[in-house]
């Protein structure tokens, strides 16, 4: 049985996997669910339980008004996770917890129960696979030497009326929030013994962190004795690398296992024999040097000892899971257009694709018996899905599990446009046709360009889905010019400072192609783009007339004030350069500087709380439409961040960009949305 699920209530309805946790006997699978909340105005997330055998129906473990996410085994299967719903023991019953504890469900069953709490919520754990040991981390104000001198400093500050931040040191925002006062540290605690409650007493690791732990993560040995972590250090007074370092459970005292002032080594894993760290060992890049690069490093907990796991290969590893007998490490990475599952060995280095599908996979979840990969598999055409993969056989085919959303119908089919650039290399795309496109019916065209800059346009998109697009009758054009990921350095390197002029070429090249098509209008054409999309937008629209409208979202217009101001100017850096001194990069790709050439219809989305791309390049870019005459509307979400997450905020936006591309493609009348 399917779904049709493409008028817009019907989308919002729906519901979505968002992670995936394989208990420790590789019986069960857990799984954080979101979907819409009762009154329609936020989405809920809960945990369901999956069959491995894909046999039976999913069924939902937890239910409360704060959710529930984070699901992790204890040994012995009890599930924990993490909640903000009031602990029913606690002597006073707040009608909401401060923060998010850590919760366990009995694995024989039996009511949920709080085992760990902190005054600043609880955020990440992770759980020693023989001992059952536990580090979670939590934010605590500095000079707190315990959880109730922290609870203390946030009382005094509260009633005190006081809501500054002192900063000494970078970075000071991430995303959507603030950094600080209180910041990340790590704690450790025994599992619960018979009868006990909750965990043993908590020990706190690291108790003078500053921002090192910021966005941080980590990984316990399977005898609980150690926890591997990155940990942010700085290189000057405005930048920093990130270092992995391992921390003793007992007494707190921390060692360096790699750094390099060069390099980020992030997301560490610890292998099942407690021998080795895979870590993903991230370069920046340099301005007169190479772009970014990303790869895969092993690290022995003993020694030291340290080497590239992918050194022949321009693979970047997105996820990364070990084998259970340690033998070799699994990983995700873009790869034309898809995201495959690779297999390293350690013993020889032989990287085997184990699919060969369109997928774009996530979430591993090797089996204990080495035999068998659970992930979630997602592609343009269906949302995240668990499946089952043959750990070993190269191609196999994913089988889908029953899951918590029916398998969705898609209106209309995806294929895929190539062509050659001007400077003869390829560039590949997605489209997605609606149902009626032919010669005798040609489809309107969309263009979206992807973000990051550094990314591909593979998978499934609950922000942006093309699918809306098709059910109105438009095909949209999803591709992957230079800068995106999974083609091999050199499509870096080929707009590595040129973002403006190297991809709008690519841009082009991809469209012409398209158009070049019978079941395409190439006289209706429009274009969107969110973040680099939303600044490919902009540059667009001060470079052709070629569209008849463009949707700029979370954009950068003037790049030398963007630099400055977004959450994370050194990597920005990096590439662009001081704009002071090295002004040559900022005055070849901003768009600002081709404003006067601006004659195509736009309309700017921008929200107040996007610290990535902050709310002045929206407003100064929505200032010099006004001033040079071009026909603008400028769509405003004060609480908004980023992306558009409220439900009721997701309706207006997509109703929004329906009435302008209606009015400017089809020649409709331009209908107001009605609660705007």
Not at 282 to 297: H, I, K, N, Q, V
Not at 599 to 615: A, Q
Request: hydrophobic letters at 35%.
């Amino acid at each position: 049985m399917v779904r049709c699920w493409y008028e817009l209530s019907d989308y919002i309805g729906l519901r979505r996997v968002n992670g995936l946790r394989l208990s420790p006997d590789g019986t069960r699978l857990v799984a954080p669910v979101s979907e819409l909340e009762p009154d329609g105005k936020a989405f809920g997330t809960a945990l369901w339980e999956i069959d491995p055998d894909g046999r039976r129906e999913p069924r939902r473990l937890t239910r409360s008004t704060a959710g529930e996410a984070a699901p992790g085994f204890l040994p012995d299967g009890s599930l924990l996770f993490t909640s903000a719903r009031p602990d029913p023991e606690a002597p006073s019953r707040e009608s909401a917890a401060p923060g998010p504890g850590l919760w366990l469900l009995p694995a024989d069953g039996g009511e949920a129960r709080q085992v760990a709490s902190h005054p600043g919520g609880i955020g990440s754990f992770s759980v020693a696979r023989e001992t059952g040991s536990v580090v979670y981390s939590a934010e605590t104000h500095p000079g707190s030497i315990d959880a109730d001198a922290d609870e203390r400093a946030r009382k005094d500050r509260k009633e005190a009326g006081v809501t500054a931040i002192l900063h000494e040191g970078f970075p000071v925002r991430f995303w959507d929030s603030d950094i600080g006062p209180a910041h990340p540290r790590l704690y450790a605690a025994e599992p619960p013994e018979d009868g006990a409650a909750g965990l043993g007493e908590a020990r706190d690791l690291t108790p003078i962190p500053g921002t090192a732990l910021q966005d941080h993560s980590a990984d316990i040995t399977p005898d609980g004795r150690t926890v591997v972590t990155d940990w942010r250090t700085p290189k000057g007074n405005a930048e920093e690398h990130t270092v992995l370092v391992a921390v003793d459970t007992a007494g707190g005292e921390r060692r360096v296992l790699a750094a390099d002032p060069r390099v980020d080594l992030t997301a560490p894993r610890v292998s099942p024999d407690g021998r080795y760290v895979a870590v993903r060992r991230y370069f920046p890049g340099e301005y007169d040097g190479e772009p970014r690069d990303s790869t895969l490093w092993l690290v022995e907990l003993a020694t030291g000892e340290q080497r590239d796991l992918l050194p022949e290969h321009d693979l970047w590893p997105r996820d990364h899971a070990w084998a259970a007998d340690s033998s070799a490490v699994f990983i995700v990475a873009d790869f034309e257009g898809r995201r495959p599952v690779y297999r390293i060995e350690l013993a020889t280095g032989e990287v085997t694709r184990l699919t060969g599908d369109d997928g774009a996979y996530s979430e591993l979840n090797p089996a204990p018996d080495g035999t068998t990969l659970y992930a979630l598999r997602d592609s343009w055409d269906e949302p995240p899905t668990p499946v089952r993969l043959d750990a070993a056989a190269a191609g196999a085919d994913p089988v889908r599990l029953k899951a918590p959303e029916e398998p969705l119908q898609v209106p209309g089919s995806l294929t895929e446009v190539e062509t050659v650039a001007d400077d003869g290399t390829r560039v590949r795309s997605w489209l997605v046709l609606p149902e009626e496109a032919s010669a005798k019916s040609p489809a309107p065209l969309l263009l979206w360009v992807h973000g990051g800059p550094y990314m591909s346009f593979n998978s499934w998109s609950w922000r942006w889905n093309p699918w809306l697009m098709a059910a109105c009758g438009y095909a949209v054009l999803l591709p992957d010019p230079a800068l995106s990921t999974g083609y091999g350095q050199d499509m870096l390197r080929r707009g590595w400072g040129r973002w403006g002029p190297r991809t709008c070429a690519d841009l082009m090249a991809i469209t012409d192609a398209a158009v070049a098509r019978d079941d395409i209008d190439g006289e209706r054409t429009a274009m969107m783009g969110g973040s680099f999309g939303g600044y490919m937008a902009n540059w667009i629209a001060g470079h052709t007339d070629r569209f008849r409208a463009i949707v700029s979202h979370a954009s950068l217009w003037m790049l030398d004030a963007f630099g400055g101001t977004t959450d994370y100017p050194p990597v920005w850096i990096q590439e662009f350069g001081e704009p002071r001194t090295q002004p040559e990069r900022y005055e070849l790709n901003s768009p600002h500087l081709s404003v006067t050439n601006i004659n195509t219809p736009m309309l700017i989305i921008h929200g107040d709380k996007d610290y990535r791309v902050p709310i002045g390049e929206g407003l100064r870019l929505w200032w010099d439409l006004l001033r040079h005459d071009v026909e603008a509307k400028f769509l405003y979400f004060p609480d908004e961040n980023h992306w558009v997450l409220a439900p009721g905020n997701i309706k207006i936006w997509y109703e929004t960009i329906f009435a302008f591309l209606d009015h400017h493609v089809h020649g409709k009348e331009w209908r107001r949305p009605e609660l705007l």
